[in-house]
């Protein structure tokens, strides 16, 4: 799927909501203060958001750092929504086409909790869709064969019979319970997460990011410590987080992983209060950040760190990294103004 930095779907920040402890920010958000230096880093994105990205990613951007309101953000995500109670049309970028898939509603699900709006009637529908797509064992495939006549990325996969993904489920089933969404497709999708959480046998960064999104929000924290604890040692002793940016080559990757398939620790831990923090020591996770802020490009965005497969993907693709690592690099308090 998608290389370290791009996860289609981010490490979720916690949040405190009613009845629930979830230690945490509740509105991660950076205040309203426009830099005056031109060359900072939020200036820069900001330029760049606003040279390339797409409506829904310039209304985030906005929201996240210009102390902008939800409304417009709910508004353009609409335009991607399906009367299935879906949402397609390419909103996740790899996956064209107007087609409602279980990869664009996670990412759809994932917005409207960034902008406090993950409940209701619309998560309902949500929900409703997501029964309807769901397998056997109650979890979510990356995508659906059936209507999918358009492109899609190489890396996707594209089978008949899909099976149940960690990587879109746990995304998706650790969100509504941050919300205290309750609806009966949840039942059997957190069963299958922790299932799949706590018998990982981990060989890349990207379920083990999906599992934490899981985790970092599940109701049971004890049974999530200790499932996030056994990942930490894995992901450690098998070598898929590289400690020291500036030296790759000292810290080898595992055999069989692909150029690229580690992650670093700002990918596992997003912010300062998920689990995965634990993992890493103050100067493995100052060298991680220190590495993050300086792959800014000139232009201002992020790379997505993977080979393009068509322009305009990348392109959608480089807005959403680069929001994110703002998002990131703010949690950890580090300066972008």
Known sequence: ?????????????????????????????????????????????????????????????????????????????????????????????????????????????????????CGGQRVERVCRYLTSVSTSDGALPVVRADGLAHPVAPRVPVVADPPGALLVTGPVVGLLHRNEVWHAWLFRATDFCWQAAESLEPSDPYEVQAALAFLDTAVDRPRARAAADRLGRLVRERHLAVLDPDAPGADPAPSGCAPGGRGFPHDYAGHPHALARAWFTDEEMDRSLDFLAARQDDDGGWPVGRRPWAPAPALEARALVTIEALRTLGAYGRPLG
């Open 1 to 117: 799927m998608a290389e370290p930095g791009a996860s289609p779907l981010p490490a979720i920040p916690p949040r405190a909501t009613p009845g629930r402890a979830v230690p945490g920010p509740s509105d991660p958000r950076i205040p309203d203060a426009r830099p005056s230096d031109a060359r900072s880093p939020l200036a820069r994105a900001e330029r760049f958001v606003w040279l390339t990205a797409r409506v829904l990613e310039q209304r985030l951007f906005a929201y996240h750092f210009r102390g902008g309101d939800p409304d417009p953000v709910e508004t353009a995500l609409d335009a991607y929504r399906n009367a299935d109670g879906g949402y397609g049309h390419a909103l996740e970028p790899d996956v064209r086409g107007p087609v409602s898939q279980p990869l664009h509603t996670a990412r759809a699900v994932r917005v409207l909790d960034a902008v406090g709006r």
